[in-house]
């Protein structure tokens, strides 16, 4: 399987207790049905950006997730380049009617 001294959750086990944490509802095992979960960084922090680790205290597994928020978009650098040959095209147009 995996390492000897890391367990980590199955998958869909994993996108249950990921998708409860960013719907912000209650934390409970689905491993060992425990509601032990360990949330690093705390919610009480303040909004999280980066790695999120999930970690189960009674049975030790653990699942780890990036937030939505600090993913960038794909799409952001090609709007800005269609922006910025709007705008060009613009200032070409103001140019030849003058």
Known sequence: MGRRTVREFRAGEALTLIGADRDQQSLVCPSCGATTIERTPPRAAGPSIGRITLRCNACSRSASYIERAAVASPEAPRVFAAA????????????AGA
Not at 87 to 93: I, T
């Open 84 to 95: 910025m040959v709007a705008a060009a095209a613009g200032r070409a147009r103001t140019r």
